[in-house]
């Protein structure tokens, strides 16, 4: 069994609110965040799940020279480093690292930067056009922010990124080259026409004919694509042995991660959910647990027809019978970098609480999907392991096994 990590600290910033008790309170009432977004007037798709009251104003050492998800990436690791009880200049900083999961990065300001190279403007184009958009700034300014000189790297698997980012920070805790590491995802596709327009043009986002509010419903028969959403999700993950030296409150643990491939289509899943399935069984090796110690699973549910219909066998390969099943995305949207990051944070609350929350917008199960989703209201459940799952275009799979602390 690899060392599990230690989760002591969480920044949150998502369509909920700020922090863990407004997320947690919104996904308890089942509530949605999608509303018209001033941002996509005009769009084929004009609703998401904006991050509310979030004001940048509040960096002022970076807000000029960033775009959106690093600013929401800076403003998730200030609250996730406060929330453990860790000092920055009162840690060893080489040996705090910084793990980001980055899906499309900040594209809202390159049409208006293409616009002045396409007429000839070359010296109006602004020298902050790359710094303040490329998905490796996300962990960047983070570390310049902190003070933190460790292994600093962002990641990039699709909707799977913020996953795979605290897989990765559990690795370098494991192989012994850090102490701390932040890590998690950062995203927000909505501020981006381009971003929406594309994934419209995909055909994977939901025409809305529920309403905005009632867009985005996983497993649900009637759903019809996903809603961009946004926000960040910062985790600080530590050592058995750095968290106990300084007698660090242990939120979770996370125990077990798993990656694979599909092999199979560019952003088509694989139907028979092999390559999910792997990245399940490898994080339940790793966690050193059985298919049935999982007393919940938090999907990926992205509420598209393909995806949660695959992942529904996915998971009916790996259980005999598959324990409960969530997908915060209904309330939530779908963050795409920081989702898998945002739906690991749910996973720590609902071991906290004991709690199963429900999904919103749930009515009536697909009847080609055989399980059991947590609808209405939550459900009270002893819950010592959850399994939570992403899943990203280009079939990159990241799964995650979190236990109780």
């Not at 609703?47 to 000029?64: E, H, K, Q, T």
């Not at 002045?116 to 710094?131: D, E, I, M, T, Y």
């Not at 598209?304 to 019978?321: P, V």
Request: proline share 6%.
């Amino acid at each position: 069994m690899s060392r599990a990590a230690a989760v002591t600290g969480m920044g949150l910033l998502t369509p909920a609110g700020t922090g863990a008790r407004a997320l947690w309170e919104c996904l308890c009432r089942a509530e949605s965040t999608a509303a018209h977004d001033p941002a996509l007037a005009g769009m084929p798709v004009d609703f998401s799940c904006r991050v509310p009251d979030f004001d940048p104003a509040g960096l002022r050492n970076i807000a000029w020279r960033t775009n959106r998800f690093i600013q929401l990436a800076v403003a998730a690791a200030r609250m996730a480093v406060t929330d453990s009880g860790l000092a920055p200049g009162g840690w060893d900083a080489p040996r705090v690292g910084v793990v980001m999961g980055v899906g499309t990065a900040g594209m809202e300001h390159w049409p208006g930067e293409a616009e002045k190279l396409l007429h000839g403007r070359l010296r109006a184009v602004s020298p902050l056009a790359l710094p303040r958009s490329i998905p490796n700034m996300a962990a960047g300014e983070i570390a310049l922010d902190l003070g933190v000189t460790g292994p600093n790297l962002s990641v990039s698997t699709a909707c799977a990124s913020g996953a795979t980012a605290l897989g990765v920070a559990k690795d370098l805790l494991a192989s012994g080259r850090c102490d701390v590491v932040l890590a998690g995802g950062a995203e927000s596709p909505r501020a981006s026409q381009m971003a929406a327009v594309c994934f419209a043009r995909m055909s994977v986002l939901s025409r809305g004919r529920h309403g905005p509010s009632g867009a985005s419903r996983p497993f649900d028969a009637d759903r019809d694509g996903f809603v961009l959403g946004e926000g960040a999700a910062v985790l600080v993950l530590e050592s058995a042995e750095h968290a106990r030296g300084r007698r660090a409150a242990v939120r979770a643990w996370l125990s077990g991660y798993g990656a694979s491939a599909d092999a199979h289509h560019p952003t088509t899943p694989d139907p028979r959910g092999g390559g999910a399935s792997a990245a399940i069984g490898a994080a339940l090796a790793e966690a050193g647990l059985r298919p049935c110690d999982i007393d919940h699973v938090n999907a990926h549910g992205s509420s598209t027809e393909l995806n949660d219909l695959y992942e529904a066998r996915a998971l009916c390969r790996i259980f005999a019978e598959p324990p409960p099943v969530t997908a915060n995305k209904g309330s939530l949207g779908h963050g795409i970098g920081a989702a898998g990051a945002i739906e690991a944070a749910c996973a720590v609350l609902t071991l906290q609480h004991q709690l199963l929350p429900p999904v919103a917008n749930f009515t009536r199960l697909d009847p080609r999907i055989d399980l059991d989703v947590v609808a209405g209201t939550p459900r009270r459940r002893t819950v010592r392991a959850v399994l939570s799952n992403s899943f990203g275009f280009g079939g990159q799979n990241a799964a995650l096994v979190l236990t109780r602390a």
